[in-house]
């Protein structure tokens, strides 16, 4: 039976071309790539989302996964401040990163 590369439906084997998706059919659909559990921890506390959304931008071009998690009080008042008392905000990256993620925050975050 044929298949549609985009939209992944089975068609009749008559039929040679998806009218959704204007492609032609394949034999054969490619294999679903593997995924695989990642063990994310945690990088020193930031004093808020300012300060976590400049070291992910560097992170990011340098192609290393990472998500902030904010406190509590600054996610829940959807603020991005960095001068709210006591906020912070924790970057997470994939553990066989963190060493090289470090010394990027390091470099960057050293007088704070």
């Known amino acids: 039976m044929p298949f549609c590369p985009v939209c992944g439906y089975e068609y009749l084997p008559e039929v040679k071309h998806c009218p959704d998706c204007d492609v032609d059919l394949v034999d054969k659909l490619p294999e679903e790539p593997e995924f695989y559990e990642e063990n994310w921890v945690a990088m020193r506390d930031l004093p808020g989302n300012v300060y976590a959304e400049m070291v992910k931008e560097v992170l990011d071009k340098e192609n290393i996964p990472c998500y902030i998690k904010a406190d509590s009080v600054t996610a ?3 603020t991005s401040s960095a001068s709210m008392a006591g906020a912070s905000a924790t970057i997470y990256v994939p553990e066989k990163f963190l ?14």
């Open 99 to 112: 060493s090289k993620a470090e010394k990027i925050l390091f470099d960057m975050m050293d007088h704070i």
């Open 76 to 78: 829940t008042l959807a």
